[in-house]
């Protein structure tokens, strides 16, 4: 069955950094897309970034880029958000999820996970 799990997240003053992991059962990160959205109170859910390996691609929003880095460990079929000079506006439920190879920030992503709370605040 296939399984997403969030951690990482929590409270951050701006400038700070956090790493977002995605552990994942059921199907091998390696073989699919594998993407970052986040859900800012009262806002639409928005595309963080996204990598698949198999076709050699990562994206990341004109938002986060340069500051947000995505990887992936196949030994632990783990996804990894590092995330440094965080601001308040990146505060969010962040959420990873899979999708074929060919999917991009649109999609399509068939298996989500929970999510993990990260908040920006002094």
């Known amino acids: 069955q296939e399984q997403l799990v969030e951690s990482g997240g929590g409270l951050v003053q701006p400038g700070g950094s956090l790493r977002l992991s995605c552990v994942v059962s059921?199907?091998?990160?390696?073989?699919?897309?594998i993407g970052w959205f986040r859900q800012a109170p009262g806002k639409e859910r928005e595309g963080v970034s996204y990598?698949?390996?198999?076709?050699?691609?990562?994206y990341y929003a004109d938002s986060v880029k340069g500051r947000f880095t995505i990887s992936t460990d196949n030994s632990k079929n783990t996804v990894f958000l590092q995330m440094i000079s965080l601001k308040p506006e990146d505060t969010g439920v962040y959420y990873c999820?899979?999708?074929?190879?060919?999917?991009?920030?649109?999609?399509?992503?068939?298996?989500w996970g929970q999510g993990t709370q990260v908040t920006v605040s002094s």
């Open positions: 999820a899979a999708g074929p190879p060919s999917a991009t920030m649109r999609g399509p992503f068939d298996y």
């Open positions: 990598i698949s390996s198999s076709v050699g691609r990562t």
């Open positions: 059921g199907l091998i990160v390696d073989y699919y897309s």
